[in-house]
């Protein structure tokens, strides 16, 4: 799967309009992902869960900063996250379906916070993006 | 069976009850026709879809989401008795339109990105959860009869 030249216009468009609120939209992705896929929580047993967390706050903004580097360098995803995949590959190792359901929520705070944003052509270029990255962070598994 | 709470029931009654069924569902389908081009597979009589502006705008595509999320209504409103009410439908997918379940799974993920547009706020954590839960169910109930 590849990424035409609008999907990547449209992708680097969505986290333009983002802006600043990317951390908030990283947060409330795990925020959903945690309460619409329980199985996901059992990747952060050492993490408090709760509303509001500190632990979430902290860890959606670094999700939200991997997917702003990885749009920002939208023609070499797999350079730019390199390290991160490895990290995923060697130590995190989550299991990639996981990807899959992250994208979804991260496609769902787009949603309700800028629905305007999210033409269905937007909405397709941003899920080849999401899966792209899926891709790359899983790419070294094996 | 799958257990439903109280909570659960007036999150998707309550949601469902604002609803346009006809737009939600020609929206939903139009959808996973342009973000999963695959699925057009099964719409080769729908006449042209060579791009998103055709597909949102095909007549046959509106009525088909109509009448498919019309068809969910009737998964809502037996929440209870989910395989018996999908029985024959789940035949049909299965015998005469041979349509794989994951799209039934792919079609559920991109209507609550629809619900999502359009309830904004409103769609809560909670209330994905609740939903993410029912479009599981129901994909799995129009599985269910597949051989």
């Known amino acids: 799967m590849v990424l035409s030249a609008s999907d990547k216009s449209h992708v680097k468009a969505v986290f333009s309009k983002i802006g600043g609120q990317a951390e908030e939209y990283g947060s409330e992705t795990l925020e959903r992902m945690f309460a619409a896929y329980p199985q996901t929580k059992t990747y952060f047993p050492h993490f408090d869960l709760g509303k509001g967390s500190a632990h979430v706050k902290a860890h959606g903004k670094k999700v939200a900063a991997a997917l702003v580097e990885a749009a920002n360098h939208i023609d070499d995803i797999a350079g730019a996250l390199s390290k991160l995949s490895d990290l995923h590959a060697q130590k995190l190792r989550v299991d990639p379906v996981n990807f899959k359901l992250l994208g979804q929520c991260f496609l769902v705070v787009v949603a309700s916070h800028q629905p305007a944003l999210l033409t269905p052509e937007v909405h397709a270029s941003l899920d080849k993006f999401l899966c792209a990255v899926g891709t790359v962070l899983t790419a070294k598994y094996r | ?147």
């Open chain 2, 1 to 147: 069976m799958v257990h439903w709470s109280a909570e659960e029931k007036q999150l998707i009654a309550g949601l469902w009850a604002k609803v346009n069924v006809e737009e939600c569902g020609a929206e939903a389908l139009a959808r996973l026709l342009i973000v999963y081009p695959w699925t057009q597979r099964f719409f080769a009589s729908f006449g042209n879809l060579s791009g998103p502006t055709a597909i949102v705008g095909n007549p046959k595509v509106r009525a088909h989401g109509k009448k498919v999320l019309t068809s969910f209504g009737d998964a809502i409103k037996n929440l209870d008795n989910l395989k018996v009410t999908y029985s024959k439908l789940s035949e049909l997918h299965c015998d005469k339109l041979h349509v794989d379940p994951e799209n039934f799974r792919l079609l559920g993920d991109i209507l609550i990105i629809v619900l999502a547009a359009h309830f904004t706020k409103d769609f809560t954590p909670t209330c994905q959860a609740t939903w993410q839960k029912l479009v599981g169910v129901v994909a799995h109930a129009l599985a269910h009869k597949y051989h």
